[in-house]
């Protein structure tokens, strides 16, 4: 039988039992209300409906890894309607069997040893799954597809037909299979949504093109840009803890805060990538979007409503609004880095797939200034990078010193608090607090107070980002996916300086594989006001 936590998780988001027909929709009485379906049973609706995914570009790694694997998470769980086809599209020739076989490997990955019955679970969706061959721009080859899925759905006896099609394709072709979607694909019946991977464009004017030529094709709200880190465990969770708890409410303001670090670091290189990888570098790929998504719901000011109607745009709006309080880059507020070999380790340079020379920056730290009264004189540093000492992504909120802490305690050193939230790996919540020394010690020093999310649900099922995110598209929750209006403001403020950098043939600093990034990084986040306490380490790291 299915694990029971694994519903779990997702009758939380739903507040209903999966399988359960919303036409008699009733809360179980031990669910928390949650999500953004609290009192709304017609997000459910979906599930009366036949469905029909078509996973464009279905034989390529992220369609494999992510996608199918996500939507199975779904079909265990009870969230995709009993009448559901999955059509994958590429260019490749399979037939239905051997495409299935290919994904059987990135499927078991999936098991954790909870479901007795996984393997005949997984082979019920692959018997839903099918493979059908074309090209991207082809509108015939489209109306085919479109044919044969229209006949599943009159055999469904279904009165609604609903239709979703996943983008995990190169951008190159984003608009000519929007177009042929448009022409020859679309229901009349259900929903037509279509969910685009990134990158959405590599400066602002490619991105206002590709957003244009896009919103001629298709509507803002049939439209689902997705960003995965939207659907992460603790980013989700950060509102829940900004908006739910008094203790937040007034000290998330410029006079109690010092500084925000938002960080992200890899321990390994481009590791064979980085013909991929150069044209972007680090700031287009990881800063420009992921990190600036999870500035915007720390630095937001609260949204009219984070749940039931409305909440999508509401929410996004105040995104949008933080924004347009931010300056653009200037090179003085960005310090640029690229790996080189050390301990055995290949430099990004060493990696044969990348362009003799190339200048791309594999490490970045940038400060953004948020002109408004709540942020006013807050440093918001940014850092992420590749071949660092460790894998982590955080937000680190450093609050401002205790008063009069000094002379209080005689002289001894008294810390910074700081709030952080760990989004990956081993998802915590931990404030930095001084206490006294435990024992005979009389002296101040620094210890935690401490939620570990695999100590305290040690048996909760914590799904994959892609696979929450999913379910979102279903429900018609749009807050978890990048609205037009702020990808443009995103990319005002990273354009001009990634043009004058390339421009002017900025060089990075060099830094060893392995380390914290160049030492210079350091010295910059210091100036900023930030005092990194060298002495502690977090016991929930270990």
């Known amino acids: ?60 790694d992220l369609a494999k890894k992510k996608t199918y694997p996500s939507l199975m998470d779904l079909d265990m769980a009870g969230m995709l309607p009993e009448a ?136 803002e709200d049939r439209l689902y840009r997705i960003d995965h880190y939207l659907g992460k465990e603790m980013v989700q969770n950060l509102m829940a803890m900004r908006f739910g708890n008094m203790l937040f409410a007034p000290v998330w303001h410029r006079n109690f805060i010092n500084t925000v670090q938002i960080t992200f670091k890899e321990d390994f290189g481009t590791e064979g990538r980085g013909g991929y990888f150069a044209p972007a570098g680090i700031i287009r790929d990881i800063m420009q979007n992921h990190l600036m998504q999870v500035l915007t719901l720390v630095a937001m000011e609260p949204p009219v409503r984070i749940s039931g109607e409305g909440s999508s745009n509401l929410l996004r709006d105040a995104k949008v609004a933080v924004l347009n309080c931010m300056e653009p880059l200037r090179p003085e507020d960005v310090v640029l880095g690229q790996y080189v070999a050390a301990d055995g380790h290949p430099g990004f340079l060493d990696d044969e797939t990348v362009p003799r020379g190339a200048k791309t920056p594999t490490f970045a730290t940038a400060v953004f200034r948020i002109n408004n009264p709540r942020w006013e004189g807050v440093p918001f540093i940014m850092k992420a990078g590749k071949a660092l000492d460790e894998r982590k992504a955080e937000i680190r909120i450093q609050f401002k010193r205790a008063p009069a802490a000094h002379h209080l305690f005689d002289g001894a050193p008294i810390a910074h608090n700081e709030l952080v939230m760990r989004l990956q790996p081993n998802e915590a919540v931990y404030v930095k607090m001084n206490i006294k020394g435990p024992g005979l010690r009389t002296a101040p020093e620094q210890s935690e107070l401490d939620l570990n999310y695999k100590t305290r649900y040690p048996n909760e099922w914590n799904p994959d980002a892609y696979t929450r995110l999913l379910l979102d598209v279903l429900r018609g929750n749009q807050s978890t996916f990048v609205r037009t209006d702020e990808l443009l403001a995103s990319w005002r403020i990273f354009s001009p300086v990634l043009e004058q950098f390339e421009r002017e043939g900025t060089e990075p600093l060099p830094y060893p594989y392995g380390s914290r990034g160049p030492a210079e990084s350091d010295e910059f986040i210091r100036r900023l006001g930030y005092s990194r306490d060298t002495g502690y380490v977090w016991a929930g790291g270990k």
């Not at 244009?212 to 094709?217: N, P, V, Y």
């Open 1 to 60: 039988s299915a694990a029971p936590r694994t519903h779990a998780f997702l009758a939380q988001r739903t507040r209903v039992r999966p399988r359960r027909p919303p036409r008699a929709w009733h809360p179980h009485p031990s669910l928390p209300v949650h999500g953004t379906m609290a009192s709304a049973p017609q997000f459910l609706d979906y599930l009366e409906d036949h469905l029909s995914v078509v996973v464009l570009g279905a034989s390529g």
């Open 84 to 219: 559901s086809v999955i059509v994958g599209f590429a260019r490749s020739a399979k037939a239905d069997e051997e495409f299935r076989e290919s994904l059987r490997p990135y499927l078991r990955k999936r098991d954790d040893g909870k479901r007795s019955d996984f393997e005949a679970r997984m082979e019920r969706f692959l018997a839903r799954c099918f493979y059908r061959r074309g090209q991207y721009d082809d509108a015939t080859t489209f109306a085919t597809v479109s044919e044969e899925m229209a006949g599943w759905e009159a055999s469904s006896g279904k009165a609604r037909a609903s239709r979703v099609f996943y983008f995990a394709l190169p951008p190159n072709v984003f608009l000519s299979s929007a177009s042929a979607i448009k022409s020859s694909m679309l229901t009349s019946t259900g929903f037509n949504r279509l969910i685009v991977e990134k990158p959405f464009g590599h400066d602002y004017a490619s991105a206002e093109e590709l957003a244009t030529r896009l919103g001629e094709l298709h509507p």
